[in-house]
């Protein structure tokens, strides 16, 4: 298979991709993460991950193709991002404690700079059991939940309050493994 870069910033990401046997190189492409006016959570986190193939793919002097992707938790239509501090996370467990929420993540795929990278949005429902005020203090003192979406990891100390899922793991990791496979499947193998 074709060497790939990955525009992304994500240890989880990068592990994610190594499961797959794909030899990748990372690549350093910040975008404007900013919501849209009336834009809604699926297209929102497609949106952005093409924006990251397309600007990781820019970056590079002999470009690879560049695989792209974002992970979004969003509860009651609102989309929970990073927590900014200890207020907000509080705030994030509150709204996810005790019921469901969906995470998407969107992967795509960026081959040259005149088209448009393929793509695919994966959506997964996530329960979380009951949290007490004791539980999500000692959650953020942990130091985990400060660079992730929605505040939690399903895959680190937060994996405790979920009760069930419906969908991909890997997608709520940050990095659906079977989706992301069918489209390295439709790069051409290196001569």
Not at 98 to 116: F, I
Not at 167 to 176: D, K, N, Q, R
């Amino acid at each position: 298979m074709t060497a790939v870069a990955l525009a992304s910033a994500s240890p989880r990401r990068r592990e994610l991709l190594a499961q797959l046997g794909v030899d990748f190189v990372v690549v350093q492409a910040p975008i404007d993460e900013s919501v849209l006016p009336g834009e809604n959570a699926a297209d929102y986190v497609l949106r952005l991950a093409k924006a990251k193939a397309q600007a990781g793919f820019a970056v590079q002097a002999q470009p690879l193709p560049t695989l792209g992707a974002d992970t979004i938790v969003v509860v009651d239509g609102e989309i929970l991002g990073k927590p900014q501090d200890e207020a907000d996370f509080l705030r994030m467990m509150q709204l996810l404690s005790g019921r469901g929420h969906q995470v998407y993540t969107a992967v795509a795929l960026c081959l040259d700079a005149s088209n448009e990278p393929q793509a695919v949005t994966v959506a997964t429902d996530v329960w979380f059991g009951a949290l007490t005020p004791a539980q999500m203090q000692d959650y953020w003192h942990s130091g985990e939940p400060a660079d992730k979406a929605g505040g939690y990891g399903i895959q680190g100390l937060g994996g405790r309050f979920i009760e069930k899922i419906h969908g991909s793991y890997f997608a709520v990791v940050g990095l659906p493994l079977y989706e992301t496979a069918a489209l390295l499947a439709t790069l051409p193998e290196a001569s």
